[in-house]
C-alpha cells in the first residue's frame, strides 16, 4: 500500500502574536485528516524547503502543538528569502518541487503576507505544469493588514490592541510629566500602510485622551503641518501624544528617513540612523520649542503575546484550520480570506482568494477611516478596528512569573537530495 | 470646633505602573483616620503646593479612589521641579509653608525617589524650625529601583516583569527570523542603576533563549568587549538578542551616549541624535557585519499597567497605607522601607528610614548579581527579582476591548495666597 501524502506548512516573513495559531489549526486539521499522512515543518520558510531543511511536527507532543495558540513569533521558522519569477527563480521553483517530491508532499499550506503568496501561486503553476499533484494553500498573516480580499489580517488584531493600549499608557505618562515632557511620540510598525497608526485612535475615548495626533504613510507628511498640528494640540491641553507610523512619506512619496532637504540630515544629522520619531523629535524640539520623547516598539509590537487579542487568536486558528478543509474541498491555488458578516454582532466568516490576486493587491487605509486633517481617524476605522481587539488570549505563567512559549523539539527528516542554497 | 488637620499626598519624578496605587493607600487610609479631615492632591508634586495648585481628594468618588490600583502614570499629576539645599531654594520651601499654612495641612506625604526624599527632609526640618506642626513622610517609588534602605521599590516589580516579558518575546522573533535579521538590541531603562537591565535575565531559562547578552551601567562598556561576546554568541546560537540600560558608561565613567572617541560621533555620525541602542547597532553592524534591529520601550515600559505585578501593586499599596499609620503612630521624617523576610516562601513587610538617609543613599546592582564576564546576570540576582514579578494585576476592560484607566475630576481649592512661579 502506498504511503498517505504528506502535507507541509511553512511561516514567512515577520512573525506576529499569532501566526502560531494559524499553524496550529494548519497541524492539527491535518492531523485529524485521514487523507493526510505525516504534516512536515519547514524550517525558515521557504529557505527551509530549498535546503530540505525540514522536521516532523507529527512527531511532537499534542500539548506542544496545542500550545503554539499561546506562542508568539514564528515557532516552525520564518525568513525573508524572496524568489523572483517563475523565470528568473526557476531553479529554486524547480527545487522545491524536488524537495516535495522526495518527502511524498503533496499538500503546502503557506502561512504569510502578498510575496508569500506569490511564491505558492507560482510553486502552484509549475506543479501544474510538470504534472505533480500538489495543493497550494495560502493562509493570510501580516500585523501590517493590507493583503486585499481580505476584511483583515490575522496578526493585526492583536497589534492593535497593543499599540493601542501602549498608546493609553505612554499617554497617561506624559499626561503626569507635560510640565517638562511635554510631547512623547510612539513609532509604530507599517512600512507602506497605517493600519497600526490608524488602530492606536481607538485609545482616544475623549479629547484629552492620547494620541492626539497620528501619522499614517497614507496621508502626504510636510513638517510644516507637523508643526502646526503640535502647536494646536499644545495650546488646548498643554502637551501632545504623536503616533507615527514608520513609514511617512513625503509628497514625492519619498520616505522622510532620507530626506535629505530642510529637515533631513544637512540639517538635523545622520538621518540615516534614526527612525521617523528621531526626525520627528528633532524637529519639534527646534521648531517647536519642547521637550520630546520617544517610544519605538519595534518588533516588540508584533509579538505581544501577553496582551493578544483573543478574537485575533481564534480567527488566527480558523484561518489554518480551513485552508486544510478547503484543501480536502478540492480548493487549490487559493488563500483563505476573512468576511466580516452584516449585522449589529461582529462574527467573521472564511472564504477564498485567488493566491495570484492576493499577491498582487494591497490595501491602505481608505480615506473614509481618516479625518479631514488627515492627522487622525474617524470613527467609522473605529468601527472597524474595535471588534478586532476584543478578549484577551490565555497564556501560561510559568513558576518564574514569566509567560511560558512552547518551542519544537524539531525531529530533523533525512536529507534525501543533494545539497543546494 | 477647629478643623482637623488635613493631609496632602503628591507625587512626583517619573511614573511608575503602581505610583497610583501606593497613592490610593495612602487616600484610602486617611480616609479612613478620625484625625485627619480632608486629603488634597497638589496637582503636578511640589509645583502643585508651590502654585497652589491644589484639588480636593476626598471630593472625588470611592470608586475612582478604588480604581487608582489599575492606573498607570502619575494621576494625581507629577513634575521634575527640583528643590535645592534650603539655603539655595528658601523662597520655595517657604512658600510650600505658607500653602500648607493657608490650606491647614499638617500631614505631608510625598511618593518618589531620593530628590523627593530629600525635599520632604527640608521640608520637615523648615517646619521645625518655625514652630509648624507637620508629619512629613516618604513613600518609596522608583522603575529604577536604587533606593537605598529598601529591599526594593514599588514600581521595579512591574516594570521588571514588562521587560523580561518583552524580552522573551522579541527574543522568540528574533528567533524565527535570524537568517537575515540576526541581532536585536532592546533598550531598557535605569540612567545610572541596571536593576531594569538585570530583571530581563529572568527570561532566559536555558541557554537559546534570549537574553543572551546584558548590559548594565554597573560594569564598564568598551565596544571591543560588546564586539566578542557578539561573535561568540553567534558562533554557538546563529543568532543574538542583547539588553541594553539606557545609561552604559565607559571607564572613565562617561556615558557612551556622549562618546566622542573612535565609536562615537565621528566615526558613527551624530550620536547624539540617538541613544544606546543606535550606537550599538551601528558598531555590531560595522564590525560584525550583521544586521541589527532594536526596541526602545521608553515610556511604554514604566506605564505596561496592562501587564503589571500583582505582588508589586499590592506592595505599592502597602507602602502608600503605612505610611499613614506610621504618621498616626507618631513617625515624622521617615520614608516607609519594604523588608524581605527570611525564609522559603517571599514575605515583605514595612519598616522605616530616615528621609536624609534616602536623600543620600543609591543602590546599585551588587557584584554578586551580575557574571564573572560583566554580561548577564548570576543565580543571585533570579532569586532576588523573580518574587517581585508574581502574579497579574487586574485592570478593567472597557467594551472597546481596551484598558479603563481612570481620570480624576479634580475639583480645585479656592487659592488664597499672591500668585507664585
Not at 535629505?260 to 540615516?272: E, I, L, M, P
Request: net charge negative; proline share 4%; with cysteine.
Amino acid at each position: 500500500m502506498e504511503a498517505k501524502p504528506n502535507a507541509i506548512v511553512a511561516q514567512s516573513g515577520g512573525p506576529t502574536a499569532v501566526i502560531n495559531s494559524s499553524a496550529c489549526g494548519v497541524i492539527q486539521e491535518v492531523i485529524s485528516s485521514d487523507r493526510i499522512g505525516r504534516v512536515l515543518g519547514a524550517t525558515n520558510g521557504i529557505l527551509g524547503v530549498l535546503k530540505e531543511d525540514l522536521f516532523d511536527i507529527s512527531a511532537e507532543s499534542p500539548e506542544t502543538i496545542e500550545a503554539l495558540k499561546q506562542a508568539p513569533a514564528a515557532a516552525i521558522g520564518s525568513c525573508r528569502y524572496k524568489l523572483k519569477s517563475l523565470e528568473a527563480s526557476r531553479a529554486d521553483y524547480e527545487r522545491i518541487l524536488d524537495v516535495f517530491r522526495a518527502h511524498n508532499i503533496h499538500y503546502f499550506f503557506y502561512i504569510g503576507g502578498n510575496d508569500s503568496m506569490d511564491t505558492a501561486d507560482k510553486v502552484a503553476k509549475l506543479a501544474a505544469e510538470r504534472g505533480y499533484e500538489l495543493v497550494c494553500m495560502g493562509v493570510p498573516k501580516t500585523i501590517d493588514n493590507d493583503l486585499a480580499y481580505t476584511d483583515h489580517c490575522p496578526g493585526y488584531g492583536s497589534v492593535a490592541k497593543y499599540v493601542a493600549t501602549c498608546a493609553m499608557e505612554a499617554g497617561k505618562d506624559t499626561e503626569a510629566l507635560y510640565t517638562t515632557d511635554t510631547c512623547s511620540i510612539l513609532e509604530v510598525m507599517g512600512r507602506n500602510a497605517g493600519w497600526i497608526a490608524a488602530a492606536t485612535g481607538l485609545a482616544q475615548r475623549c479629547n484629552e485622551d492620547a494620541p492626539h495626533l497620528i501619522y499614517m504613510p497614507e496621508v502626504e507628511f510636510t513638517f510644516d503641518k507637523l508643526v502646526s498640528d503640535v502647536k494646536e494640540v499644545l495650546k488646548e491641553l498643554g502637551r501632545v501624544f504623536i503616533v507615527a507610523g514608520e513609514g511617512l512619506k513625503d509628497k514625492n512619496g519619498n520616505y522622510i528617513t532620507a530626506d535629505t532637504g530642510a529637515f533631513g540630515k544637512d540639517s538635523f544629522g545622520h538621518a540615516q540612523l534614526g527612525g521617523v520619531a528621531e526626525i520627528l523629535k528633532a524637529v519639534i524640539e527646534k521648531e517647536v520649542g519642547i521637550k520630546v520623547r520617544f517610544n519605538k516598539l519595534g518588533t516588540n509590537q508584533r509579538s505581544a503575546m501577553h496582551f493578544a487579542s483573543l478574537t485575533d487568536v481564534n480567527e488566527a486558528y480558523m484561518c489554518g484550520q480551513m485552508a486544510v478543509r478547503y484543501a480536502m474541498a478540492d480548493e487549490n491555488g487559493k488563500m483563505v480570506t476573512l468576511i466580516r458578516q452584516d449585522g449589529p454582532e461582529y462574527k467573521c466568516t472564511t472564504g477564498l482568494a485567488e493566491l495570484i490576486d492576493v499577491a498582487n493587491g494591497e490595501k491602505n487605509v481608505p480615506a473614509e477611516y481618516i479625518n479631514e486633517k488627515g492627522n487622525h481617524i474617524t470613527d467609522a476605522m473605529r468601527d472597524y478596528v474595535r471588534p478586532l481587539v476584543q478578549g484577551q488570549a490565555p497564556i501560561t505563567i510559568g513558576e518564574d512569573g514569566l509567560p511560558v512559549f512552547v518551542r519544537f523539539q524539531r525531529k530533523p527528516l533525512e536529507k534525501k537530495l543533494p545539497e543546494y542554497l
